[in-house]
């Protein structure tokens, strides 16, 4: 029993020792990674944003003054053109202002006309008056004592008289024009309002909203403290706006002339247009900032309030060096496993910027054509040798 169980223990060292034997040359084989070539490239990030279709120009018009809707030319629908008369508001007051007006103008005229009869009058007084003045003055220069010093005296004070006779003509002449130059304003004013009585387009567009009918009272939309009803809404289709909102996040990526891509799946329509405006600030509420893009829309198949799907390039850098993602670990620190000329690892602290689907630009850390691994890391440490299987790239990562 003593040798069976001397045997068994030398056998079983054996087994140990010839197993310890065929896993220490598993152990020094070299890994394969794959790794890739770090190039230059222009990077930018995509961002898809819904955006809704809005009239270019878009108004509610309303009546400067207070009437009945006498007509209305236009519906819903109908294209109509700047200066196109729409509708024709009834008010009777009016004429009977303008014709009281032109009452006063004529009777201003006459009274015109009084007033300079009135003041060629007194200038012919006053000259007969001032002569005869100065022909005593003159004789009682020339022979003292001849004239009464009382007669001329009289004539001195029918001469003031003259003048001053003059002076109230030429200020009743003057009042009199004032007079006419305040009823022509009135008249002038009251064409005005005449005017206001016939409702026109302010730009080319299309009727969107009929909101009354003939016989309608109308009251003065002059005050937006009144609920005053428009006539009709005009809209201007033939050019719209895109409207769209941007992220806080992406703001500073989003400029004017930069191009869209817009999609517009209920009219089965994609178009490439640029950004025409932003607002220039972020709105507390939403955290966004509303950007527009002008679309031409001539044969009027691209409805206001559509949606559309936007999608633009933010934050592009050119010709920086990219990594792939996947090659970034971002533990403690942000590194790549780097291989050197032996085909060794060595773990490389990087500084990162844009990040965009598949690849990230490496700011520091890394220069053009070093080799990064990628893929899993946990089974690789910095020193380790390694067996390189190069990936090419083409385009993105």
């Known amino acids: 029993m003593i040798v069976l169980a001397l045997a068994a223990v030398l056998l079983l060292a054996r087994y140990s020792l010839h197993g310890k034997d065929n896993t220490e040359p598993a152990a020094l084989k070299t890994s394969s990674v794959a790794v890739v ?14 955006a809704e279709l809005r009239p270019y120009q878009e108004i509610d018009l309303h009546s400067k003054v207070a009437g009945f809707l006498q007509q209305i030319d236009v519906d819903i629908g109908d294209s109509v ?15 009977d202002d303008m014709l009281i007006a032109e009452a006063n103008e004529r009777r201003s ?52 008289a003259a003048s001053a006779q003059v002076a109230t003509a030429r200020a009743s002449l003057a009042g009199a024009k004032v007079h006419i130059q305040e009823v022509l304003a009135n008249i002038n004013k009251l064409r005005t309002m005449i005017k206001y009585t016939q409702i026109t387009a302010p ?13 309608a009272l109308i009251q003065a939309g002059t005050s937006s403290s009144t609920q005053a009803m428009p006539l009709v809404r005009v809209s201007q289709i033939n050019r719209l ?28 329509k994609t178009l490439t247009g640029t950004i025409s405006r932003r607002t220039g600030k972020v709105e507390t509420s939403t955290r966004s900032m509303d950007v527009e893009v002008d679309l031409p829309n001539p044969d009027n198949t691209l409805v206001p309030g559509m ?30 496993f780097v291989l050197n000329h032996q085909n060794e690892l060595e773990e ?8 965009m689907s598949g690849k990230i630009e490496i700011l520091s850390g890394l220069k053009e054509n070093d080799l990064v691994v990628m893929g899993n890391r946990t089974q690789l440490k910095s020193g380790q040798k390694v067996e390189p299987k190069i990936i090419e790239v083409t385009g993105a990562y």
């Not at 053109?81 to 004429?95: D, F």
């Not at 005229?109 to 003159?138: F, G, I, N, P, V």
């Not at 490389?348 to 990040?355: A, N, T, Y």
Request: glycine share 6%; proline share 3%.
């Open 307 to 336: 949606y559309a799907t936007v999608g633009l390039q933010v934050g592009r850098r050119e010709n920086v060096l990219a990594a792939p993602i996947d090659a970034v670990s971002r533990r403690e620190k942000t590194t790549v």
């Open 241 to 268: 706006r895109l409207v769209f909102p941007v992220s806080v996040s992406y703001v500073s990526g989003v400029k004017v002339g930069d191009t869209a891509h817009i999609l517009i799946e209920s009219a089965g």
């Open 81 to 95: 053109k700047a200066g196109q008369l729409l509708a024709i508001i009834e008010v009777p007051e009016l004429k």
């Open 348 to 355: 490389r602290e990087v500084k990162v910027g844009l990040e």
């Open 109 to 160: 005229q006459e009274d015109l006309k009084k007033a300079e009869a009135e003041l060629d009058r007194a200038d012919a007084a006053y000259e007969e008056t001032h002569q005869s003045y100065q022909r005593l003055a003159a004789t009682l220069v020339a022979q003292p004592g001849l004239i009464a010093q009382q007669d001329l005296d009289v004539a001195k004070a029918r001469d003031h």
């Open 37 to 50: 070539k770090i190039v230059r490239q222009n990077l930018s990030k995509d961002l898809s944003v819904q």
């Open 203 to 215: 730009f080319d567009g299309m009727i969107t909203k009929r909101y009354a009918d003939p016989g």
